[in-house]
């Protein structure tokens, strides 16, 4: 039992860590549905700031769920374009991060069922190109970071083989971060099926990757 535990529990924090971008929510800024109400009454600028605001992790999202950085792109392009174009369906009785994942996140399930539809098949390679910056560390540990690549990669293609309805709760709430009432709210499916799916994902990773930390374990002894 506790070894089960254990596994869960370094998953959930590899998970965690393959997340490069945070969220805002920080004291002192503006909101996003002040930003939004801002933009609907006319305001170019504030529709910047949210671009700004969310096209990293919007992208972060939209390409482990695609696996591709050029089609993610796209999607992420095609999301504010909407967002833009149709900044008055919006109304605040959601998060204005609930409306915009919504928006991506059926993009995204467009192309997959485009892919499908024309039998595209094409094997990705994961390439983390989110990190804009890299901070200096005298303790800096080549081989550490080279062994967390690699565990990164290999997670990333656990979450690709994921069936589509395990793979987006995995990838909002354990990578993106969303409480699971906001993940309910963006996939518009009831809670208790949000925990559910969430809770069977995380075993069908915790299967697929049982190697990887009994190794780690080995490692450690």
Same mark, same amino acid.
């Given at each position: 039992m506790n070894g089960n535990f254990d596994k869960s529990n370094k998953l959930k924090k590899s998970l965690y860590y393959m997340t490069t +971008? =945070? #969220?805002v929510g920080k004291k002192g800024v503006i909101s996003d549905e002040e930003l939004i109400a801002r933009f609907q009454k006319g305001d170019v600028q504030a529709f910047d700031m949210l671009v700004r605001r969310y096209k990293d992790q919007l992208l972060n999202f939209v390409y482990r769920f695609v696996g591709n950085q050029s089609d993610a792109e796209d999607i992420v392009q095609e999301t504010f374009l909407r967002v833009y174009k149709n900044k008055h369906y919006y109304k605040e009785i959601a998060k204005f991060s609930t409306w915009v994942y919504t928006i991506a996140g059926n993009l %995204?399930? =467009?192309e997959l069922r485009r #892919? +499908? /539809?024309?039998k595209i098949f094409s094997v990705s390679n994961f390439v983390n &190109? &989110? #990190?804009d910056f890299d901070i200096p560390d005298e +303790? /800096?540990?080549p081989e550490a970071e080279v062994d967390g690549t690699i565990k990164e990669d290999i997670i990333q +293609? %656990? *979450?690709e083989k994921l069936p589509p309805k395990f793979k987006e709760v995995i *990838?909002? #709430?354990d990578v993106q971060g969303f409480a699971y009432e906001e993940i309910s709210q963006i996939l518009n499916i009831p809670l208790g099926t949000v925990k559910s799916r969430v809770n069977r994902g995380r075993l069908k990773l915790q299967e697929d990757l049982k190697f990887l930390f009994e190794s780690e374990t080995k490692d450690v002894m």
């Amino acid at each position: 039992m506790n070894g089960n535990f254990d596994k869960s529990n370094k998953l959930k924090k590899s998970l965690y860590y393959m997340t490069t +971008k =945070t #969220r805002v929510g920080k004291k002192g800024v503006i909101s996003d549905e002040e930003l939004i109400a801002r933009f609907q009454k006319g305001d170019v600028q504030a529709f910047d700031m949210l671009v700004r605001r969310y096209k990293d992790q919007l992208l972060n999202f939209v390409y482990r769920f695609v696996g591709n950085q050029s089609d993610a792109e796209d999607i992420v392009q095609e999301t504010f374009l909407r967002v833009y174009k149709n900044k008055h369906y919006y109304k605040e009785i959601a998060k204005f991060s609930t409306w915009v994942y919504t928006i991506a996140g059926n993009l %995204a399930k =467009t192309e997959l069922r485009r #892919r +499908k /539809r024309h039998k595209i098949f094409s094997v990705s390679n994961f390439v983390n &190109e &989110e #990190r804009d910056f890299d901070i200096p560390d005298e +303790k /800096r540990n080549p081989e550490a970071e080279v062994d967390g690549t690699i565990k990164e990669d290999i997670i990333q +293609k %656990a *979450i690709e083989k994921l069936p589509p309805k395990f793979k987006e709760v995995i *990838i909002l #709430r354990d990578v993106q971060g969303f409480a699971y009432e906001e993940i309910s709210q963006i996939l518009n499916i009831p809670l208790g099926t949000v925990k559910s799916r969430v809770n069977r994902g995380r075993l069908k990773l915790q299967e697929d990757l049982k190697f990887l930390f009994e190794s780690e374990t080995k490692d450690v002894m």
